[in-house]
């Protein structure tokens, strides 16, 4: 797994993302429909389809990066909506290219001590 900055900003492009589409398209993708700037040195995550495939957007100064990642089984966990752009944290984009669900936090209850 690619390490990732703790300030670098994570967008997902919500809806259905045509695959075949490499750096150029992507990048109009960003531009366009996210209303993002593909230069600016942040993630841009896009999904297939059926769900199983991911591609991920990044310029790092002298040129676009373009990183995939298929699932053998499953999906991955995406949001409900289908318009838009959803910023994620590099935790939650960590989560979610290994397949956890990183839409809701999960919350455990600490033991309480008697003295």
């Excluded at 991955?76 to 318009?83: E, L, R, Y």
């Amino acid at each position: 797994m690619i390490a990732i900055p703790a300030g670098m900003r994570v967008y997902l492009a919500m809806g259905p993302t045509d695959m075949r589409k490499g750096f150029d398209g992507l990048a109009a993708l960003a531009q366009g429909a996210l209303e993002q700037d593909p230069f600016s040195g942040h993630l841009f995550v896009f999904r297939g389809r059926r769900g199983d495939l991911l591609k991920v957007l990044y310029w790092d100064g002298q040129g676009f990066c373009l990183f995939a990642k298929r699932l053998e089984r499953g999906r991955f966990i995406w949001p409900v909506t289908t318009d838009g752009v959803v910023r994620l944290t590099p935790a939650q984009l960590s989560m979610l290219l290994e397949g956890i669900d990183w839409r809701a936090p999960i919350r455990t209850d600490r033991p309480s001590f008697a003295l």
